[in-house]
């Protein structure tokens, strides 16, 4: 058995009426994030760390932001393709712990509904999801809620 870590980080600006999209769920706020997808940070950051753990490049590469064919897609798609290939190379996941950075709003709430959506995509228990959510402290472009970021480090297993 082989095991290895991925690092995954994504960022994206906040904008006054678009939806916000976090943790595969829409969360009601004035802002949302802006992207080529969705814009979802924290499934973004998801699929960077799997990628990576598997030598496998980034999001970019196997979704680009020039491609009609990401336009406005649901990231929980994105997440199900990385699966897939992660799948095709006989990876499973141990564990995924995340971090989002954001002023507003409040993400405690809506953490368990999170988990319950992106676990079974990622084929594994509730229980090895870590989602957890901090401010900038009203530093820098979050801090002004310019922008939302997320972290996320994943633990893979090749049988």
Not at 84 to 100: F, H, R, S, W
């Amino acid at each position: 058995m082989k095991i290895r870590v991925g690092f995954g980080f994504d960022v994206h600006q906040l904008q006054e009426g678009k939806e916000l999209w976090l943790g595969g769920i829409l969360l009601n706020h004035s802002k949302g994030a802006t992207g080529h997808s969705d814009a979802d940070v924290l499934i973004h950051a998801i699929c960077d760390a799997l990628l990576g753990a598997a030598g496998m490049r980034d999001i970019g590469f196997h979704f680009p932001n020039t491609s009609s064919e990401f336009k406005n897609i649901d990231s929980k798609i994105l997440l199900a393709t990385v699966m897939e290939l992660l799948k095709k190379e006989n990876y499973t996941i141990g564990n995924v712990d995340c971090t989002l950075v954001l002023e507003n709003p409040k993400i405690n709430p809506h953490i368990d509904k999170m988990k319950q959506t992106l676990a079974p995509i990622l084929n594994i228990d509730t229980n090895d999801i870590s989602i957890k959510a901090t401010t900038n402290e009203t530093m820098g472009y979050v801090g002004r809620e310019e922008g939302v970021c997320a972290y996320a480090v994943a633990l893979i297993e090749k049988s």
